[in-house]
Nanobody, 120 residues
Framework: QVQLVESGGGLVQPGGSLRLSCAAS????????MSWYRQAPGKERELVAS???????HYVDSVKGRFTISRDNAKNSVNLQMNSLKVEDTAFYFC??????????????WGQGTQVTVSS
């Protein structure tokens, strides 16, 4: 069993910052890609940022220059530093990890999500 837990969400004013964190626990070989998705009411779920083990980060255009994804493999965790937050960043944010159980077998795991609300 693998558990993925997000933290760091909350209410912040426009222009403020939040740091989301996601940690994986359980028994597995390794973690390949770790990502952050978000979904706002009435909008489609979108990939915000992702980072493959040994690869380069990906960001959706709307957050480039403001968000930074990073990971700590020793802690099996991924972070999303969100700066200069805008009202349109308001959404429920999910951590998603591709968990490798062997060199050739993996499954996607989703965290429970955390709410980010940007409002004055």
């Amino acid at each position: 069993q693998v558990q993925l837990v997000e933290s760091g969400g909350g209410l912040v004013q426009p222009g403020g910052s939040l740091r989301l964190s996601c940690a994986a626990s359980g028994t597995f070989f390794s973690i390949n890609t770790m990502s952050w998705y978000r979904q706002a009411p009435g909008k489609e779920r979108e990939l915000v940022a992702s980072l493959r083990n040994g690869g380069s980060p990906h960001y959706v255009d709307s957050v480039k220059g403001r968000f930074t994804i990073s990971r700590d493999n020793a802690k099996n965790s991924v972070n999303l530093q969100m700066n200069s937050l805008k009202v349109e960043d308001t959404a429920f944010y999910f951590c998603v990890a591709e968990i490798l159980y062997s060199a050739t077998y993996s499954r996607l795991h989703w965290g429970q999500g955390t709410q980010v609300t940007v409002s004055s």
